[in-house]
């Protein structure tokens, strides 16, 4: 894990003085010591991506989510502004307010959108009014799911709760039995015929949209290690989906994929790493703890290839773009290689602040948000 980034373990409001000692003494080693990132290698252009638009949302200190419907983006600010943008133009479309700080943001349907707030309400709009507050039992760092009229909730405690777009009534809750640490960090949360797709732990389950059950529950991590940190194997948000598979790393654990029409395991391979991987129909890609990068076949797991020119740079989650895999990194820049073979393509700037999240792709239009604030928008070919 790296200093300044929004990794961190979480203990359930049960876990005893031991774990959060424990997470004290992670975080202290995760902030000292930090190799310096590799220094920004030459390159000869060969992609023509150029900038579209950018705004300013206020300042970002949690990994934000962009939902993105159509031709809208609703983005979100720490302190709890929201605003739905035209992708095109950048254009604002309607703002509100929360009235609170987020800890996770923004899920929108292009019709409701919720966010959730410090004091863990969730919080639902239409247009940009207010609809309704409603409080769940613990902290939220996963972006809110809304799909068919519902708004679906993922906290660190691994308790998911629908809730009635229109009202905020609570439809249900699925509970899986805590462990001692769980993972402040956005999980897997997303909708697939007629279900919704959540990561618990190391395993991926696909839950009836309308009651709750379980309809499949596979592992795609195993913890393993002596201790609640080393056995930490949490699915990381958001999984990339092409067709009915998807594929997702599990926490300094493994990467792999699902499919998601049978619920079953396609493959697995033990890699590090804490930020969410990026796949098209040939590959999957992500980086390690070192930011060391890798793609493995999407259809069997094996090695396609390695690059270790971005070491320590503070890399982002990974977006497949075409024949390019795009990260952020934590100076600002935009790194575009190669899916075929690792090799840099391209590097944009933008504001010289960390990118934080994943970078959203959205038509033609790549959309990045930095913890400056910083809103993006590039024209890609």
Avoid at 90 to 106: E, I, K, S
Avoid at 153 to 176: E, I, P, T
Avoid at 310 to 336: C, I, K, M, N, P
Wanted: proline share 4%; charged share 20%; hydrophobic share 45%.
């Amino acid at each position: 894990m790296r200093a300044g980034g929004s990794t961190r373990a979480h203990p359930p409001r049960a876990a005893g003085a031991f774990v959060i000692a424990l997470t004290a003494l992670l975080l202290a080693a995760c902030a000292s010591d930090r190799p310096k990132p590799a220094p920004l290698q030459a390159y000869t252009a060969s992609l023509a991506v150029r900038p579209l638009w950018s705004t300013q949302l206020g300042g970002v200190d949690f990994p934000l989510a962009l939902a993105v419907h159509k031709e809208q983006v609703v983005a979100a600010s720490s302190a709890g502004s929201i605003v739905a943008l035209d992708v095109q133009t950048g254009f604002p479309l309607w703002r509100a307010q929360a009235d609170a700080a987020l800890t996770a943001g923004v899920g929108s349907d292009g019709r409701f959108t919720a966010v959730v707030t410090r004091n863990n309400e969730v919080a639902a709009f239409e247009a940009g009014r207010l609809l309704w507050k409603q409080r769940v039992p613990a902290t939220v760092v996963t972006p809110p799911l809304v799909a068919g009229e519902r708004v679906f909730v993922l906290a660190v405690d691994r308790s998911v709760h629908a809730f009635d777009a229109l009202d905020g009534r609570r439809l249900w809750r699925h509970q899986r039995p805590g462990d001692a640490l769980t993972l402040a960090q956005p999980g897997v949360l997303m909708a697939a015929h007629n279900q919704i797709i959540v990561g618990q732990g190391g395993r991926m389950l696909a839950l009836d949209a309308l009651r709750g059950s379980v309809n499949w529950d596979v592992a795609v991590g195993t913890p393993r290690g002596t201790n609640e940190v080393e056995r930490l194997a949490d699915l990381v948000g958001p999984a990339s989906r092409q067709g009915e598979r998807a594929c997702v790393r599990a926490f300094q654990n493994a990467v792999g994929c699902v499919d998601l029409s049978r619920g079953a395991l396609l493959w697995a391979r033990h890699a590090g790493g804490a930020k969410a991987v990026g796949a098209d129909a040939e590959r999957v890609f992500g980086g390690d703890a070192s930011d060391r990068l890798t793609a493995w076949s999407a259809t069997g797991g094996e090695l396609a290839w390695s690059n270790e020119t971005l070491l320590h740079r503070g890399l982002s989650g990974a977006l497949a773009l075409g024949s390019s895999v795009v990260f952020g990194d934590s100076e600002g820049y935009l790194h575009f290689l190669a899916a075929a073979d690792g090799s840099l393509q391209l590097r944009l700037a933008t504001d010289g602040k960390a990118i934080v999240g994943t970078p959203t792709r959205v038509g033609d239009v790549l959309l990045v948000t930095t913890r400056g604030g910083g809103l993006f928008a590039f024209r890609t070919p």
